[in-house]
C-alpha cells in the first residue's frame, strides 16, 4: 500500500490509511497511517459494530489535513 500511497501523493491526491501492522508501516514511511489495535482482516473493528467503524473511520479521513507526513497516529 505505501508504493501506491506515494504515486497517488506524488500526482496531488492525499491519502491516509489504516495499519494493523505499524513497525511495517513505519519502515515504508507511508504520508499518513491510523494504527488500530485489531487483528489482522478487521481494520475498523468488529462486525455489527457500526457506530465504532465509524468512529475509526472519521478518526483516519481526521488525518487528511496534516502536511506534517509521515505521521502515524493511534487509535484510539
Not at 27 to 54: H, M, W
Not at 55 to 68: F, G, N, S
Request: avoid cysteine.
Amino acid at each position: 500500500m505505501g508504493l501506491a500511497q506515494a504515486e497517488i501523493e506524488r500526482r496531488g491526491i492525499v491519502t491516509a490509511s489504516i495499519t494493523m501492522l505499524p513497525e511495517i508501516t513505519r519502515k515504508i514511511r507511508v504520508p499518513r497511517a491510523l494504527e488500530v489495535p485489531y487483528p489482522l482482516g478487521f481494520p475498523l473493528g468488529t462486525a455489527n459494530d457500526p457506530s465504532g467503524q465509524r468512529a475509526v473511520l472519521t478518526a483516519v479521513l481526521d488525518l487528511l489535513p496534516r502536511r506534517d507526513v509521515p505521521v502515524m497516529e493511534s487509535y484510539p
